[in-house]
């Protein structure tokens, strides 16, 4: 039952009083990624289809550093400034999840950390 705070340095530091992802009882929570660039810190400017791909290869090093992959991802939390962009976001999306993809909820948003367009956090299995 103990509690492991999962870091890399693969991924954007956090922005505030927060973890990257905790490990406990074989899962993994992954805190929410925007799309900034791991060595810059800064927020990657582009379509929502860029941001969603940035966002979800940054999860992919955290859950990595925690001893497992997007396979393993069991629930899905996303956040769009625009619901107009659902489509776009989707389609990158479904490339990282084309088989058994995880549960999901997709939720509207007036804005989200260095006003970027879609945030991601997941819960996976060790």
Known sequence: MA?????TS?????VG???????ANGLVFCSGQVAL???????????VAD???RCLENLSVVLEAAGTALPHVLK???????MNDFPEFNDTYSR??????PARATIGVAGL???ARVEIECIAQV
Do not use: N
């Open 10 to 14: 693969q991924a954007p530091e956090a």
């Open 17 to 23: 009083a927060y973890s990257q992802a905790i490990s």
């Open 76 to 82: 899905v939390t996303a956040y769009l400034t625009d």
């Open 37 to 47: 660039d791991p060595a810059s810190g800064e927020l990657l400017q582009g379509s």
């Open 96 to 101: 990282f999840f084309s088989a058994d993809p």
């Open 113 to 115: 950390p260095k006003g």
């Open 3 to 7: 509690k492991m705070v999962v870091q």
């Open 51 to 53: 941001q969603t791909r």
